[in-house]
């Protein structure tokens, strides 16, 4: 495993820690003891193959599923227990495998539900602008039903209502599956795009080598465990990584 101190910017505060992850569900100890961090205004990958317990870490994370051991400690305090609907408030965010979008609300109003915890009116209405903005296609249809749109722009649609909600870490995961490669593309710059922003990402992507190329750093996990730990493009050029993942 890489040793973390030389690829993490000690500079940077922890915003989420997570320390010795276990979650079972079905009978089936689906993550096994996962450790990682993420600091303020990083960009963080986790790459595996299907079944690795990517996505059941990333909804331990946010609340959506229980964990049976370990610790997750959000801003300094462990939010063990605690909801998806409480952590949104706190601003830790995700958007979800399959989108999960409104389908029968206009795009705009898939907007404003992901600022359902916020009450300042002019600000929500500014960040609205600023959503059309980051995502050109949303304005050019804000008033279609969300269920019409095809599945890039659905992808946009969740990622722009999550914004919504000013998260200080935004979860994305699997942004690109099932997309074309011109749409995969777009997303990719969408969330270059989001974290020149300054917005804190964790990013779950099958696509590992262009996750790991826009990656601070990047956790390899498999079968319920984080097996390599490193910075983006040292993992990107990792030879055990290329030809696990990269077919190399």
């Known amino acids: 495993m890489a040793d973390m101190a030389q690829t993490a910017d000690s500079s940077r505060p922890v915003l989420l820690k997570v320390r010795g992850l276990k979650v079972a569900y079905g009978g089936i100890q689906a993550v096994k003891g996962v450790d990682m961090e993420v600091r ?3 960009l963080i990958t986790l790459i595996g193959s299907n079944g690795a317990g990517k996505t059941t870490t990333m909804k331990a994370i946010t609340g959506s599923l229980i964990m049976n051991d370990g610790d997750i400690e959000y801003l300094g305090r462990s939010i063990r227990g605690r909801g998806a ?34 009450r300042d009116k002019a600000g929500i209405e500014a960040d609205v602008e600023k959503m059309f903005a980051i995502f050109p296609r949303l304005r050019e249809r804000k008033d279609q039903l ?13 990622m722009g209502r999550a914004l919504m909600s000013q998260p200080k ?6 942004p690109s599956m099932g997309l ?4 995969v593309d777009k997303i990719f710059e969408v969330v270059r795009d989001v974290y020149a922003l300054g917005v ?39 030879p055990r990584v290329r030809a696990a993942y990269l077919g190399e």
């Open 40 to 42: 303020e205004g990083e």
């Open 85 to 118: 609907w409480d952590l949104v408030r706190e601003g830790l965010v995700m958007v979800p495998e399959g989108r999960g979008v409104f389908a029968r609300m206009t795009i705009t109003e898939n907007l404003l539900m992901g600022a359902y915890t916020r």
């Open 146 to 158: 969300a269920g019409t749109m095809s599945g890039g722009e659905q992808q946009m649609l969740a």
């Open 169 to 174: 870490v935004l979860l994305l995961d699997e």
């Open 180 to 183: 074309s490669p011109i749409m």
């Open 200 to 238: 804190t990402i964790v990013l779950v992507e099958q696509n590992a080598s262009r996750a790991l190329a826009i990656a601070d750093r990047g956790y390899v996990m498999e079968s319920g465990l984080i097996t390599m730990a490193g910075g983006g493009r040292e993992l990107l050029e990792d």
